[in-house]
C-alpha cells in the first residue's frame, strides 16, 4: 500500500482515529499484562551477564592445565616451542581479564588469597615469557621444564579462584534480584499513570489527525529516499565486487575458488583463464593445471584429509611448466563449503637451489666433483659394483713436479694445468666412472666394473695424452708436464671398502713418484706392475 492511499483512507475514514484509541487502550492493558508476566519469569530464569566472569575463571584454570600439559608435550617432542609461547600468551590475556573485572567486590568477606593466586600467576607468567620469544626458542626445553615443575601447584589456588568468582556473581545476582524488585514495583505505579496519560493522549490525537495527512506526504518522500539508498548500496556492492575481482587478478598468486562437495569452480584469476584460452581449452580443470597426474591425485587426498595446506609444492602448467607453492583454505561462502587455492611461482627459488646444490659438489676451478662429493659418490659406486659382483678400479692422479710450475711461472699458470688436466680426464674418463679433484694437484677416479686391463688401458692413456698436451700460460708461452697414477683393484670378494681402495691407489701412486714419476703404477693384492715412458 503507497504513502497517497494510506493518506485517502485517513481521510475518508474518521472512525479510524476512534480505532486508534480502542488499540492504544488495549497496548495499555497489553503492556501491563506483559509486565506481570515478564516480572515473574524474571524471578525465575534471569540470568544476567556476569556469567562472563565465571567463564573467565574457569579459563584461566584451564589455561594452567593447558600450559602443563603444553610444557610436557614439548619435553617429549610432540609439541613445538611456537604451541609453548602461543600457550603462554593465552595464559596471559586470561590473567588480564581476569585481573581487570570488579566481580570479586561483590564477595561478602576479603579473599586476599585470590588476588595473591593472580599476582603470583601475572608474576612467573611475564618472567616465562621474557625467557622466550618468537624469535629466540633455544631455551624452550629447559623453560618447560621449569613450567612442569612450577606450575602443578598453582591448580588448587586457580581452582579457588574459581570458586571465589562463582561466589560472587551469585552475591551480585541475589543484588541486583533485590533492586530489580523495587524497580518493577515503581515501573508498576509508572505504568499506572502512563496509562492515564495515554488515555488523554489518544482524546488530544482526535485534535491532531490533520497532521495525519502531513507525516502520510512526508512517509512517502522518505519511501522514496529510502528507495533511492537502495539503488546506491547495490552498485556501490557492484562496485567492490569488481574492485576485489580487480585485486585478485593483479595478484602475483593464481587463484582458484572450488566447491569442496561437488568439485565446481567458482572463480578463476584472469592470468590462469588467458593461458588457457591461448592452449585452446574452453573450460578450466584443475587436473589440467598439474604437469604430474600423481602429483594431483596426491594434492586431492591431501585436501580431503586436509583442507588447510601451506606451501605444497607441485610443478603446474598450463603454459609452461613451472615450480609453484600451493596453499589452501577451506571457507563458507552463502552456505557453501569452498576450498579457495592460491600458487606462487617459485621456479626461480629452485634454480638457485639447483645451482647451489652444484656449486657445493662442484670444484670452482676444474669442474669436477670436489672432494666431498667425490667421496660420496665413490662409497656409492663402490657398493653397487660389489652387490652386482663386479670389480672396482680407483685411480690416484698427481702432476709431477706442480710445485715448479706454481714457483716459476705462477699460480696463473698451475690454474692452466690444473685445468687442461681437468679437461682430459674428462675426455678419457668421465663417462666411465667418477671424477674429483682431492684437493691441488691431487685427482682421483673411480671406475665401477672395470676389469684389470681395462682400466690400465684407460689410465696408460690418460698419462700418454697429458705428455703430449701442451698448455697455454699466456704471452703465447705454453707448457708440457706429466702426471704419476697409481691404480687399485678390488674385487667383488676381497671385503674392501672404497676408503681402503683410495688408500691402496694413494700407495700405488706413491710408489710411481718413488719410481721416477710419469707412470702408472697397479697394485692388486700382493701384485703390483709399473709402466712408464
Given at each position: 500500500?503507497?504513502p497517497?492511499e494510506?493518506?485517502?483512507r485517513?481521510?475518508?475514514?474518521?472512525?479510524f482515529?476512534?480505532?486508534l484509541?480502542?488499540?492504544?487502550?488495549?497496548?495499555?492493558?497489553a503492556?501491563l499484562?506483559?509486565?506481570?508476566?515478564?516480572?515473574?519469569m524474571?524471578?525465575?530464569y534471569?540470568?544476567?551477564?556476569?556469567?562472563s566472569d565465571?567463564w573467565?575463571?574457569?579459563?584461566?584454570?584451564s589455561?594452567v592445565r593447558?600450559l602443563i600439559d603444553?610444557?610436557?608435550?614439548?619435553?617429549?617432542g610432540?609439541s613445538?616451542?611456537?604451541?609453548?609461547?602461543?600457550?603462554?600468551?593465552?595464559?596471559?590475556?586470561?590473567i588480564?581479564?581476569?585481573?581487570?573485572?570488579k566481580?570479586?567486590s561483590?564477595l561478602?568477606?576479603?579473599?586476599p588469597?585470590?588476588?595473591?593466586?593472580?599476582?603470583?600467576?601475572?608474576t612467573v607468567?611475564?618472567e616465562?615469557q621474557?625467557q622466550?620469544s618468537w624469535h629466540e626458542t633455544?631455551?624452550?626445553?629447559?623453560?618447560?621444564?621449569?613450567?612442569?615443575?612450577?606450575?602443578?601447584?598453582?591448580l588448587?589456588?586457580?581452582?579457588e579462584?574459581?570458586v571465589?568468582?562463582?561466589i560472587?556473581?551469585?552475591?551480585?545476582?541475589?543484588?541486583?534480584r533485590?533492586?530489580?524488585r523495587?524497580?518493577?514495583q515503581y515501573?508498576?505505579?509508572t505504568?499506572?499513570?502512563?496509562?492515564?496519560?495515554c488515555?488523554?493522549?489518544?482524546?488530544?490525537?482526535?485534535?491532531?489527525?490533520?497532521n495525519?495527512?502531513?507525516l502520510?506526504?512526508?512517509l512517502?518522500?522518505?519511501?522514496?529516499?529510502l528507495?533511492?539508498?537502495?539503488?546506491?548500496?547495490?552498485?556501490?556492492?557492484y562496485?567492490?565486487?569488481?574492485l576485489?575481482?580487480?585485486?585478485?587478478?593483479?595478484?602475483?598468486?593464481d587463484i582458484?575458488?572450488?566447491?569442496?562437495?561437488?568439485?565446481?569452480?567458482?572463480?578463476?584469476?584472469?592470468?590462469?583463464?588467458t593461458?588457457?584460452?591461448?592452449?585452446?581449452?574452453?573450460h578450466?580443470?584443475?587436473?589440467?593445471l598439474?604437469?604430474?597426474?600423481?602429483?594431483y591425485?596426491?594434492f586431492?587426498?591431501?585436501?580431503?584429509a586436509?583442507?588447510?595446506?601451506?606451501?605444497?609444492?607441485?610443478r603446474?602448467?598450463?603454459g609452461?611448466p613451472?615450480?609453484?607453492?600451493?596453499?589452501?583454505?577451506?571457507?563458507s561462502?552463502?552456505?557453501?563449503?569452498?576450498?579457495?587455492?592460491?600458487s606462487?611461482?617459485?621456479?626461480e627459488?629452485?634454480?638457485m637451489?639447483?645451482?647451489?646444490?652444484?656449486?657445493?659438489?662442484?670444484d670452482?676451478?676444474?669442474n669436477?666433483?670436489n672432494?666431498?662429493s667425490?667421496?660420496r659418490?665413490?662409497?656409492?659406486?663402490?657398493r653397487?659394483?660389489?652387490r652386482?659382483?663386479?670389480?672396482c678400479?680407483?685411480?690416484?692422479?698427481?702432476?709431477?713436479h706442480f710445485?715448479?710450475?706454481?714457483?716459476?711461472?705462477?699460480?696463473?699458470?698451475?690454474?692452466?694445468v690444473?685445468?687442461?688436466?681437468?679437461?682430459l680426464?674428462k675426455?678419457?674418463?668421465?663417462?666411465?666412472g667418477?671424477?674429483?679433484?682431492?684437493?691441488?694437484?691431487?685427482?682421483?677416479?673411480?671406475?665401477?666394473?672395470?676389469?684389470v686391463?681395462?682400466?690400465w688401458?684407460?689410465?696408460?692413456?690418460?698419462?700418454r695424452?697429458?705428455?703430449r698436451q701442451?698448455?697455454?700460460?699466456?704471452?703465447?708461452?705454453?707448457?708440457?708436464?706429466?702426471i704419476?697414477?697409481?691404480?687399485?683393484t678390488?674385487?667383488?670378494?676381497?671385503?674392501?671398502?672404497?676408503?681402503?681402495?683410495?688408500?691402496r691407489?694413494?700407495?700405488?701412486?706413491?710408489?710411481?713418484?718413488?719410481?721416477?714419476r710419469n707412470r702408472c703404477v697397479?697394485?692388486?693384492?700382493?701384485?703390483?706392475?709399473?709402466t712408464s715412458?
Amino acid at each position: 500500500m503507497t504513502p497517497t492511499e494510506v493518506t485517502r483512507r485517513i481521510t475518508r475514514r474518521p472512525t479510524f482515529i476512534f480505532m486508534l484509541m480502542g488499540v492504544m487502550v488495549s497496548m495499555i492493558i497489553a503492556i501491563l499484562a506483559g509486565l506481570w508476566l515478564v516480572n515473574t519469569m524474571y524471578a525465575k530464569y534471569s540470568s544476567p551477564g556476569q556469567y562472563s566472569d565465571v567463564w573467565r575463571s574457569y579459563l584461566l584454570h584451564s589455561s594452567v592445565r593447558e600450559l602443563i600439559d603444553t610444557s610436557q608435550d614439548v619435553l617429549e617432542g610432540r609439541s613445538t616451542p611456537y604451541d609453548l609461547i602461543k600457550q603462554l600468551e593465552v595464559m596471559q590475556s586470561s590473567i588480564s581479564t581476569l585481573e581487570s573485572t570488579k566481580i570479586f567486590s561483590h564477595l561478602s568477606g576479603l579473599r586476599p588469597e585470590v588476588n595473591d593466586t593472580l599476582r603470583r600467576l601475572q608474576t612467573v607468567n611475564e618472567e616465562w615469557q621474557a625467557q622466550i620469544s618468537w624469535h629466540e626458542t633455544d631455551k624452550a626445553a629447559q623453560l618447560a621444564a621449569e613450567i612442569v615443575t612450577a606450575l602443578p601447584p598453582l591448580l588448587a589456588d586457580t581452582h579457588e579462584v574459581v570458586v571465589a568468582t562463582n561466589i560472587a556473581v551469585a552475591n551480585q545476582f541475589d543484588s541486583e534480584r533485590q533492586k530489580l524488585r523495587a524497580t518493577f514495583q515503581y515501573l508498576a505505579w509508572t505504568l499506572l499513570a502512563l496509562g492515564l496519560s495515554c488515555i488523554l493522549l489518544t482524546l488530544k490525537l482526535i485534535r491532531d489527525h490533520r497532521n495525519t495527512r502531513r507525516l502520510a506526504l512526508e512517509l512517502s518522500s522518505l519511501n522514496a529516499s529510502l528507495e533511492q539508498r537502495v539503488v546506491d548500496r547495490t552498485r556501490r556492492l557492484y562496485e567492490r565486487e569488481i574492485l576485489l575481482r580487480t585485486i585478485l587478478d593483479s595478484s602475483p598468486s593464481d587463484i582458484v575458488l572450488m566447491d569442496v562437495i561437488d568439485g565446481r569452480i567458482h572463480y578463476v584469476s584472469e592470468r590462469l583463464l588467458t593461458e588457457y584460452r591461448q592452449r585452446g581449452s574452453r573450460h578450466f580443470s584443475l587436473r589440467e593445471l598439474f604437469v604430474d597426474e600423481q602429483q594431483y591425485d596426491a594434492f586431492q587426498q591431501r585436501l580431503k584429509a586436509q583442507p588447510r595446506l601451506d606451501n605444497w609444492e607441485a610443478r603446474l602448467g598450463p603454459g609452461a611448466p613451472y615450480w609453484a607453492l600451493l596453499s589452501t583454505r577451506e571457507l563458507s561462502i552463502e552456505d557453501r563449503q569452498v576450498v579457495l587455492i592460491w600458487s606462487l611461482d617459485i621456479s626461480e627459488r629452485k634454480q638457485m637451489e639447483g645451482e647451489l646444490k652444484r656449486l657445493a659438489a662442484t670444484d670452482p676451478l676444474t669442474n669436477l666433483n670436489n672432494r666431498r662429493s667425490f667421496l660420496r659418490q665413490s662409497i656409492t659406486l663402490f657398493r653397487r659394483a660389489a652387490r652386482e659382483g663386479e670389480a672396482c678400479t680407483a685411480l690416484a692422479i698427481d702432476i709431477d713436479h706442480f710445485k715448479q710450475v706454481n714457483d716459476t711461472h705462477g699460480h696463473q699458470a698451475g690454474d692452466a694445468v690444473l685445468q687442461g688436466i681437468a679437461e682430459l680426464m674428462k675426455r678419457h674418463i668421465d663417462r666411465q666412472g667418477v671424477l674429483g679433484r682431492l684437493g691441488g694437484e691431487e685427482f682421483a677416479a673411480i671406475l665401477p666394473g672395470m676389469t684389470v686391463d681395462d682400466a690400465w688401458a684407460v689410465a696408460e692413456e690418460l698419462r700418454r695424452a697429458a705428455a703430449r698436451q701442451p698448455h697455454s700460460i699466456g704471452n703465447d708461452e705454453t707448457l708440457s708436464v706429466t702426471i704419476s697414477i697409481g691404480i687399485a683393484t678390488a674385487l667383488a670378494d676381497d671385503n674392501m671398502s672404497s676408503k681402503e681402495l683410495l688408500g691402496r691407489a694413494d700407495k700405488a701412486l706413491y710408489q710411481a713418484k718413488a719410481d721416477g714419476r710419469n707412470r702408472c703404477v697397479h697394485l692388486a693384492g700382493v701384485e703390483a706392475a709399473v709402466t712408464s715412458v
